[in-house]
């Protein structure tokens, strides 16, 4: 079993870094588009770790994450989600 996380550092808007655990990096080959759900091991009052969802933007050597704001992104994410919740 291997127990090495992989940690990714983001940068803030105040521009401090945050390390954040990678669970997850795919993309939809039809819209070119790359998304990565990470969490920083926070759990919320239920017990349960919040995991966040972004889109990997690259521009040239640069990589940002951006919000998924359309709905039907979100649609397909959802179902990659239950497709791997299944097969655990």
Do not use: C, H, Q
Not at 15 to 36: H, I, P, R, S, W
């Amino acid at each position: 079993m291997n127990d090495k996380k992989n940690v990714m550092v983001t940068v803030l808007p105040d521009g401090t870094e945050e390390k954040v655990e990678v669970l997850l990096a795919f993309e939809f080959k039809d819209n070119n588009k790359e998304y990565v759900i990470y969490t920083k091991n926070e759990e919320d009052e239920n017990g349960n770790v919040t995991i966040y969802i972004s889109n990997v933007v690259k521009d040239g050597d640069k990589v940002s994450l951006t919000t998924v704001a359309d709905d039907s992104e979100w649609t397909r994410i959802k179902n990659v989600l239950r497709e791997l919740s299944k097969s655990e």
